[in-house]
């Protein structure tokens, strides 16, 4: 029976392929209807039969007689197997997430900092990015969780989304925190916070290792 603790079964379906040149095992695990969630590192296979179990992939277990008995790889790890490969299902120490940028689902390592980001919108500290609105060249100090609709501007009172030239932009973008270029250096350089969206990657790559970055206040 299924365990009430575990997460919500999700929709039982088959997975075929052309099934000729697979073992018996292997056919059963793409063609019979079974339910996979994920459990951490392990994940809760939900078999046609009615029976859950618990695989963990990386162990190469599972808690069916046909695995805990016989010692063989079952259907269970294989379809595990399968979903992970095919991204039904994150792979061990990954979560699936929404990018808080551009809503884009994406797999992030399962302690990754937030806001979580997709790799298109993510920025590394040291980045060099261009500023949208005024074509002047930023580094990234980093992305913080908070969005722009919650950062106030010491020197204005106003929100980043309610900064005059951040009109348009989202307003629960995440704020990244920058200093223009050519300050980079000088001692103690200001800050600006942005909203997300105004920034784009640009192909100053090798300008990333080069510059040092403020320290933190």
Known sequence: MIDSTLPTPTEKVALAPDLRSLSERAIRAWTERMAVRPLGD???VDSESGATYVVDPVAGTCTCPDQQLRGET???LRRVAIEITSRRVPPPGRRRVDCVACGTETLVNRDAAEPPLCPAC???PGEVVLDRETGDRL????VTPDRADE???????????DHPTNDGYPTDDPVVE????GAVGREQPRRYSFPRSRLRRTDDAALVDAVPLPAEP
Do not use: F, N, Q, S
Not at 151 to 161: D, F, L, S
Not at 178 to 181: D, K, S
């Open 122 to 124: 993510d920025l590394e």
């Open 151 to 161: 950062v106030t501007i010491p020197e204005t009172g106003r929100t980043v989304a």
């Open 74 to 76: 079952c259907k269970h």
């Open 178 to 181: 920058a200093v223009y270029l």
């Open 42 to 44: 392990r994940y809760a």
């Open 139 to 142: 580094v990234v100090v980093g």
